[in-house]
């Protein structure tokens, strides 16, 4: 540590520590415009200014490092009157239109101007900057404000990776452009709104702020992101019932400042005039019970989607849904009924949807998409260490020596996750990236490694036999955690550099590249937080690339050999890390959402568990048979196996593969539930349709990819009769325990609120024992957490593996069922694109969102293209073995000659009605969806 004195105060701080940072660090305020703690020093704005003893001249703080020793003033009459000259040629060039400026109580400028006494300039004004571009719905740039103080231009660089917009012209015409002065959507900008966040005066603001009232009229409600599982805070200013703009704020543990397009953007959904506010029957059904209610007020879009029901009361609409599951269960079993939770609700919500049906309804048909995702990460790791979760957290990132990523669109599906791997790069990190397509994150990447589609696995097993071979391996580690070393080192011992190029496409020298840098942590520049270590810490990062294959749990497995064979894990940095996609995927896994364990992944086998459960349920026994995974459902509805279902905010005719299938499967049901907020495919087939509120509507808690177990609180009022959906499943429950006769001792549905609710989660939920709901706060905590005295776990496996010993496990190499004929030529890949997410019900109901990105495309390369004599932009239908879609064609050298990608958000072009599900992972029971094979052909 240095020891240094500000302002007559001693100080303690590490080396490489800025005279700035070191004084806000301890509550001295030093004024500054340019600089932000997440940014690198700039010093342009010469605010900062300090004195040094011995030292002639004020220097920048930003810049100065700390010494030992070092004596630094920050408040002098020269150091005022040094800021005051500053400040009056700021204004010089800066309207002083404070009384109607939109920033008025947030603009840096203003509050200096004041601190220091300025209400007007002593120089000649005038405005060299007065362009005012509103071409896009996401913010505004009014550049008579820019004090060009390059805050935008560096988080763009250094945190998003964008490069966007850059300081352009010389002198008095300097400004801040993107290339050529275009649109911003002609630039690389993904319309993130980092720039916004940082700007300190009114020259960035967002376009749904404008002229909205002062700062210090509207209100301030936090709560956690209801889109992708990283789980960022996010700080909502309101007005009333209505959310005037989103920000994110230093105190959000997961993001901090920065948010993704869809988090600072993406909440109009909420107030769409599309919402459902009213229990809705099927009309037939209405009236063939009775249940007409004449007096509702339709819009005209609502005119046209709902004609095909009736509302009722919240009371009629329980009744009938808890009499259908009740003679379900009564006339053909309980296994007759199954059931859809969701990971975009709560821990909470989920929690009370499986005891419902494990309890009430007496069957283990509970699944959720987490099957369709991370199902076999879930059990490749579990097969591996004994549990399956990212083992690391995602602000380690940023200290990693080398980034691993496979599978995994990150700056697309997890942009915050990614904007910490830019600043790792930005670092010296170095960047493996393994992917078919060229996505966004290969700019950054040291190593692509560009696969032909299906063949990622020889690579993975090459670098083992790579790693064994040069002495990388971390031979100490293996001695001490792991097991079965030996039968894995002789299957990899034929999986040479060699072979995989032959078989990937990837040169072999590439691959031993890329095992060198993982096994060593070897980084590409700057010094390593590690760097007293034998080698640095690396981190592999994947997500449904890697999942949504039919040897989806050997890929993770593969990994997991990775990682222990060179003893990356249990530290800092490093870890086996999957992406979890839906805002809750993760909790509503550890929740017991899952046709095979109940909450905290105890086996429904397993006896002593499963009776310890029912025990503290009040029951003799819960059913002891695993119950059918999404797949399987819809097979046993085709079948007529299962003839009733209960979906909670889950859209299986967009997210499930092979969906005629699926439209089949679900008109043959006898009675379908659905709980939703818009009027989704599945819900449009439904006989019960329950309005629910939405993530911004409700409170309980959500745990991210992290394992971060978060409050998320209410930011707006619910439309209409609108619920939470613990409250639907609570009430169903009372009904249908009731219709039943199968009423537990003290009953099962008592619960009168979210807290109440996660206790009880705490109570019978071993890795969840210590979060109870008043210990969360803003920070949360993350899981295992045995006990109330317990800080919660940031790195998993720190001295043992669950399991006790990690295993190995040999891997081999099986292809994709699908391969490219005469017939089917083209390989499809799908996934996400940034602006959009899952099934698009929220993001496809965003202005902005919409406005960015549309309607559906399938990306081709040029070669296919002329093949098939498709220009770009034009119409073209994809055909595979199992149905056909219409989209426009987007020529794009980002994929390969023989691969097309089409994103599964589109309504209007489902890319699931391409995939296949007649096989699936023999472990995970996940389909192939990533790979299959089509046609693509010009519509004339």
Request: net charge negative; hydrophobic share 40%.
């Given at each position: 540590?240095?020891?240094?004195t500000?302002?007559?105060?001693?100080l303690?701080?590490?080396?490489?520590?800025?005279?700035?940072?070191?004084?806000?660090?301890?509550?001295i305020?030093?004024?500054?415009?340019c600089?932000?703690?997440e940014?690198?020093?700039?010093?342009?704005?010469r605010?900062?200014?300090?004195?040094?003893?011995?030292?002639?001249n004020?220097?920048?703080?930003?810049?100065?490092?700390?010494?030992?020793g070092?004596?630094?003033?920050?408040?002098?009459?020269?150091?005022?009157?040094?800021?005051?000259?500053?400040?009056?040629?700021?204004?010089?060039?800066?309207?002083?239109d404070?009384?109607?400026?939109?920033?008025a109580g947030?603009?840096?400028?203003?509050?200096?101007?004041?601190?220091?006494?300025?209400?007007?300039?002593?120089?000649?004004?005038?405005?060299s900057?007065t362009?005012y571009?509103?071409?896009?719905?996401?913010?505004?740039r009014?550049?008579?404000?820019?004090?060009?103080?390059?805050?935008?231009?560096?988080?763009?660089?250094?945190?998003?990776?964008?490069?966007?917009?850059?300081i352009?012209?010389?002198?008095?015409?300097?400004?801040?452009?993107?290339?050529?002065?275009g649109?911003?959507?002609?630039?690389?900008?993904?319309?993130?709104?980092?720039?916004?966040?940082?700007?300190?005066?009114?020259a960035?603001?967002?376009?749904?702020?404008?002229?909205?009232?002062?700062?210090?009229?509207?209100?301030?409600?936090?709560?956690?992101?209801?889109?992708?599982?990283?789980?960022?805070?996010?700080?909502f200013?309101?007005?009333?019932?209505q959310?005037?703009y989103?920000?994110?704020?230093?105190?959000?543990?997961?993001?901090?400042?920065?948010?993704?397009?869809?988090?600072?953007?993406g909440?109009?959904?909420?107030?769409?005039?599309?919402?459902?506010?009213?229990?809705?029957?099927?009309?037939?059904?209405?009236?063939?019970?009775?249940l007409?209610?004449?007096d509702?007020?339709?819009?005209?879009?609502?005119?046209?989607t709902?004609?095909?029901f009736?509302?009722?009361?919240?009371?009629?609409?329980?009744?009938?849904?808890?009499?259908?599951?009740?003679?379900?269960?009564?006339?053909?079993?309980?296994d007759?009924?199954?059931s859809?939770?969701?990971?975009?609700?709560?821990?909470?919500?989920?929690?009370?949807?499986?005891?419902?049906?494990?309890?009430?309804?007496?069957?283990?048909?509970?699944?959720?998409c987490a099957?369709?995702?991370?199902?076999?990460?879930?059990?490749?790791?579990?097969?591996?260490?004994?549990?399956?979760?990212m083992?690391?957290?995602?602000?380690?990132?940023r200290?990693?020596?080398?980034?691993?990523?496979?599978?995994?669109?990150?700056?697309?599906?997890?942009?915050?996750?990614?904007?910490e791997?830019?600043?790792?790069v930005?670092?010296?990190?170095?960047?493996?990236?393994?992917?078919?397509?060229?996505i966004?994150?290969a700019?950054?990447?040291?190593?692509w490694?560009?696969?032909?589609?299906?063949?990622?696995?020889?690579?993975?097993?090459?670098?083992?036999?790579?790693?064994?071979r040069?002495?990388?391996?971390?031979?100490d580690?293996?001695?001490?955690?792991?097991?079965?070393?030996?039968?894995?080192?002789?299957?990899?011992?034929?999986?040479?550099?060699?072979?995989?190029?032959?078989?990937?496409?990837?040169?072999?020298?590439?691959?031993?590249?890329?095992?060198?840098?993982y096994?060593?942590?070897e980084?590409?520049?700057?010094?390593?937080?590690?760097?007293?270590?034998?080698?640095?810490?690396?981190?592999?990062f994947?997500?449904?690339?890697?999942?949504?294959?039919?040897?989806?749990?050997?890929?993770?497995?593969?990994?997991?050999?990775?990682a222990?064979?060179?003893?990356?894990?249990?530290?800092?940095?490093?870890?086996?890390?999957?992406?979890?996609?839906?805002?809750?995927?993760?909790?509503?896994?550890?929740?017991?959402?899952?046709?095979?364990?109940l909450?905290?992944?105890?086996k429904?086998?397993?006896?002593?568990?499963?009776k310890?459960?029912?025990?503290?349920?009040?029951?003799?026994?819960?059913?002891?048979?695993?119950?059918?995974?999404?797949?399987?459902?819809?097979a046993?509805?085709?079948?007529?196996?299962v003839?009733?279902m209960?979906?909670?905010?889950e859209?299986?005719?967009?997210?499930?593969?092979?969906?005629?299938?699926?439209?089949?499967s679900l008109?043959?049901?006898?009675?379908?539930?659905?709980?939703?907020?818009f009027?989704?495919?599945?819900?449009?087939?439904?006989?019960?349709?329950?309005?629910?509120?939405?993530w911004?509507?409700?409170?309980?808690?959500?745990?991210?990819?992290?394992?971060?177990?978060?409050?998320?609180?209410?930011?707006?009022?619910?439309?209409?009769?609108a619920?939470?959906?613990?409250?639907?499943v609570?009430?169903?429950?009372?009904?249908?325990?009731?219709?039943?006769?199968?009423?537990?001792?003290?009953?099962?549905w008592r619960?009168?609120?979210?807290?109440?609710?996660?206790?009880e989660?705490?109570?019978?939920?071993?890795?969840?024992?210590?979060?109870?709901?008043?210990?969360?706060g803003?920070?949360?905590l993350?899981?295992p957490?045995p006990?109330?005295d317990?800080?919660?776990?940031?790195?998993?496996?720190?001295?043992?593996?669950?399991?006790?010993?990690?295993?190995?496990?040999?891997?081999?190499?099986?292809?994709?069922?699908e391969?490219?004929?005469?017939?089917?030529?083209?390989?499809?890949?799908?996934?996400?694109?940034?602006?959009?997410y899952?099934?698009?019900t929220?993001?496809?109901?965003?202005?902005p969102?919409?406005?960015?990105?549309?309607?559906?495309?399938?990306?081709?390369?040029?070669?296919d293209a002329?093949?098939?004599?498709?220009?770009d932009?034009?119409?073209?239908?994809?055909?595979?073995?199992?149905?056909?879609?219409?989209?426009?064609?987007?020529?794009?050298?980002?994929?390969?000659?023989?691969?097309?990608?089409?994103?599964f958000?589109?309504?209007?072009?489902?890319?699931n009605?391409l995939?296949?599900?007649h096989?699936?992972?023999?472990?995970?029971?996940?389909?192939?969806?990533?790979?299959?094979?089509?046609?693509?052909?010009?519509?004339?």
């Amino acid at each position: 540590m240095i020891t240094l004195t500000i302002d007559g105060q001693t100080l303690s701080v590490k080396p490489g520590t800025t005279a700035l940072d070191a004084a806000l660090a301890h509550d001295i305020d030093i004024p500054r415009l340019c600089h932000h703690p997440e940014l690198k020093p700039s010093g342009g704005c010469r605010l900062c200014l300090v004195e040094v003893e011995g030292r002639p001249n004020p220097v920048p703080s930003c810049g100065l490092a700390c010494e030992q020793g070092m004596v630094v003033h920050t408040q002098s009459e020269q150091l005022t009157a040094l800021r005051r000259d500053t400040l009056d040629l700021f204004v010089s060039d800066h309207p002083l239109d404070c009384v109607t400026c939109d920033k008025a109580g947030a603009c840096s400028l203003q509050k200096y101007a004041y601190e220091y006494g300025l209400t007007e300039t002593t120089h000649d004004f005038k405005l060299s900057r007065t362009l005012y571009q509103d071409d896009n719905p996401f913010f505004i740039r009014d550049h008579q404000y820019c004090i060009l103080c390059g805050k935008c231009t560096r988080v763009c660089d250094e945190v998003v990776g964008a490069h966007a917009i850059e300081i352009v012209g010389r002198g008095f015409g300097s400004h801040v452009g993107t290339a050529f002065d275009g649109p911003m959507i002609d630039s690389s900008c993904v319309f993130c709104g980092s720039c916004v966040q940082v700007c300190p005066t009114a020259a960035l603001l967002p376009v749904s702020r404008l002229k909205q009232g002062r700062e210090w009229e509207l209100g301030h409600k936090h709560t956690i992101c209801g889109y992708c599982g990283v789980g960022c805070g996010i700080d909502f200013r309101t007005k009333g019932n209505q959310i005037v703009y989103a920000q994110g704020f230093p105190e959000a543990v997961v993001n901090g400042e920065f948010l993704c397009t869809k988090g600072r953007f993406g909440w109009d959904f909420v107030q769409h005039p599309d919402r459902l506010t009213r229990p809705l029957v099927r009309k037939d059904l209405a009236h063939q019970l009775g249940l007409i209610d004449e007096d509702w007020a339709l819009g005209p879009t609502q005119r046209a989607t709902l004609a095909d029901f009736v509302p009722v009361s919240w009371e009629a609409a329980l009744d009938l849904v808890a009499d259908k599951l009740a003679a379900a269960v009564q006339a053909t079993g309980p296994d007759s009924v199954a059931s859809l939770s969701s990971a975009r609700c709560t821990n909470e919500d989920n929690y009370v949807f499986q005891k419902l049906m494990r309890a009430t309804i007496g069957t283990n048909n509970v699944d959720h998409c987490a099957r369709l995702c991370h199902a076999s990460t879930v059990s490749g790791l579990a097969m591996a260490f004994g549990g399956g979760a990212m083992t690391n957290s995602i602000h380690e990132i940023r200290d990693a020596d080398c980034l691993f990523v496979t599978g995994s669109n990150t700056t697309e599906s997890h942009p915050v996750i990614s904007y910490e791997m830019v600043r790792a790069v930005k670092s010296g990190a170095n960047l493996l990236l393994v992917d078919p397509r060229r996505i966004p994150l290969a700019e950054h990447a040291t190593l692509w490694l560009q696969t032909k589609p299906g063949t990622d696995i020889y690579v993975f097993l090459a670098m083992a036999h790579v790693i064994l071979r040069e002495g990388w391996a971390d031979t100490d580690f293996i001695t001490r955690r792991t097991e079965e070393f030996e039968v894995f080192a002789k299957s990899v011992e034929l999986f040479t550099p060699e072979l995989a190029a032959l078989e990937s496409g990837v040169p072999a020298d590439n691959i031993v590249k890329a095992a060198r840098m993982y096994a060593l942590g070897e980084r590409a520049g700057g010094v390593s937080k590690y760097a007293d270590e034998p080698r640095g810490h690396s981190g592999i990062f994947w997500a449904m690339g890697i999942t949504q294959r039919r040897n989806g749990t050997e890929m993770v497995l593969s990994l997991a050999n990775l990682a222990m064979v060179t003893g990356q894990l249990s530290k800092p940095s490093t870890g086996v890390n999957p992406l979890r996609g839906q805002s809750n995927v993760q909790g509503a896994s550890d929740m017991g959402a899952l046709p095979d364990v109940l909450p905290g992944y105890q086996k429904v086998v397993d006896e002593p568990k499963r009776k310890a459960m029912a025990e503290k349920w009040g029951l003799a026994d819960l059913p002891a048979q695993p119950g059918l995974t999404v797949t399987e459902v819809m097979a046993a509805a085709h079948d007529r196996r299962v003839r009733a279902m209960y979906v909670m905010g889950e859209n299986p005719m967009l997210s499930d593969p092979n969906l005629e299938h699926v439209e089949e499967s679900l008109r043959k049901l006898d009675f379908l539930a659905v709980q939703e907020i818009f009027l989704s495919e599945t819900a449009q087939l439904a006989h019960v349709i329950l309005p629910a509120a939405s993530w911004l509507e409700k409170d309980g808690t959500k745990t991210n990819t992290e394992r971060r177990v978060q409050l998320i609180h209410p930011v707006l009022k619910s439309p209409g009769e609108a619920k939470p959906d613990w409250w639907v499943v609570n009430e169903l429950g009372k009904r249908v325990e009731a219709r039943l006769g199968k009423t537990a001792d003290g009953g099962l549905w008592r619960f009168t609120s979210p807290a109440q609710i996660a206790d009880e989660i705490a109570s019978v939920t071993p890795t969840y024992r210590g979060i109870v709901h008043r210990r969360l706060g803003e920070v949360g905590l993350t899981w295992p957490c045995p006990s109330e005295d317990h800080p919660g776990t940031t790195i998993l496996h720190h001295t043992t593996f669950t399991r006790g010993l990690g295993k190995f496990h040999a891997v081999g190499a099986r292809p994709p069922v699908e391969q490219p004929d005469a017939e089917y030529p083209l390989v499809l890949s799908t996934g996400r694109v940034i602006y959009h997410y899952h099934t698009g019900t929220m993001s496809r109901r965003s202005a902005p969102l919409h406005w960015r990105d549309p309607r559906d495309w399938v990306e081709i390369n040029a070669v296919d293209a002329q093949a098939a004599g498709i220009e770009d932009a034009s119409p073209v239908v994809i055909r595979s073995r199992r149905g056909e879609v219409k989209t426009l064609a987007r020529i794009s050298e980002h994929v390969p000659a023989g691969v097309i990608f089409l994103a599964f958000h589109w309504a209007e072009a489902p890319a699931n009605i391409l995939t296949q599900d007649h096989t699936v992972d023999p472990y995970a029971k996940i389909p192939e969806f990533k790979l299959c094979t089509v046609r693509v052909e010009a519509v004339n």
